[in-house]
């Protein structure tokens, strides 16, 4: 069973097209998270959900909106995209007790070409 | 500020030799850290990680130290494999936050 699954794998649009990336999670875990990866393999977090509550919510364009429906699923939406947005998105998942030491475990990434 | 700093790559060795890759962070308080691996074509799955200071992680062969006089979190294997070759990158998180904040990945080659 996949713990933390995304779909779809890849995505391949056309600027200014609206699109959707959806992750889902059976860990149980009451925290989910949207990270960023460039071409450059760069990391960076984007968006945090803790029981469907928005906690982390980094410089990031409006155009980028998380929705998280419960708390196994956070899925991300972005409009008007544009040739920056081209990235591997990456949804992860952690159990929240307070403590900073939890781990995230990561679902296999969205490729993102924006033509 | 907050920040990791890593080694840049690539790193190419032959199998069976001995690998280090530097990691030192900055951040206040003392923050947990972790390495992750990212085969190519997959996500990151999480290789080790050490939550005090003196801590050891270890996994696969792999493992890596908690300085804190050094803010260092070095990652070594005394014998790499081909199946090692992937991108490897460290991370922190601060004591009661859950954002992880990574390094820049540093790409590992082992030849035959």
């Known amino acids: 069973d996949t713990a933390v699954s995304q779909t779809p794998k890849y995505l391949v649009t056309q600027m200014g097209n609206d699109k959707s990336i959806k992750c889902e999670q059976n860990?149980?875990?009451?925290?989910m998270y949207w990270y960023k990866q460039d071409s450059k393999k760069f990391l960076k977090i984007m968006f945090s959900?803790?029981?469907?509550?928005?906690?982390i919510n980094e410089t990031v364009p409006n155009r980028f909106s998380p929705k998280s429906p419960d708390k196994a699923h956070l899925n991300l939406h972005i409009n008007s995209l544009e040739l920056g947005d081209s990235a591997v998105y990456f949804c992860?998942?952690?159990?929240?007790?307070?403590?900073?030491?939890?781990?995230?475990?990561f679902g296999p990434g969205t490729r993102l070409l924006v033509l | 500020g907050n920040s990791v700093t890593q080694m840049e790559g690539p790193v190419t060795l032959s199998e069976e030799a001995f690998l280090t890759i530097n990691c030192t962070y900055t951040?206040?308080?003392?923050?947990?850290l972790f390495w992750y691996v990212q085969y190519p074509g997959e996500g990151l799955q999480l290789l080790l990680k050490?939550?005090?200071?003196?801590d050891k992680g270890s996994n696969k062969g792999f493992e890596a130290t908690y300085r804190k006089e050094t803010t260092s979190f070095h990652l070594e294997k005394g014998s790499v494999q081909v199946s090692d070759s992937a991108v490897y990158f460290c991370?922190?998180?601060?004591?009661?936050?859950?954002?992880?904040?990574f390094g820049t990945g540093t790409r590992l080659l082992v030849s035959p």
């Open positions: 959900y803790n029981n469907k509550e928005l906690i």
């Open positions: 991370a922190r998180m601060n004591t009661g936050f859950q954002k992880l904040v």
């Open positions: 860990l149980g875990h009451d925290t």
């Open positions: 050490a939550t005090k200071a003196d």
């Open positions: 992860a998942s952690s159990q929240d007790r307070g403590q900073g030491k939890e781990t995230q475990y």
């Open positions: 951040a206040t308080g003392y923050p947990s």
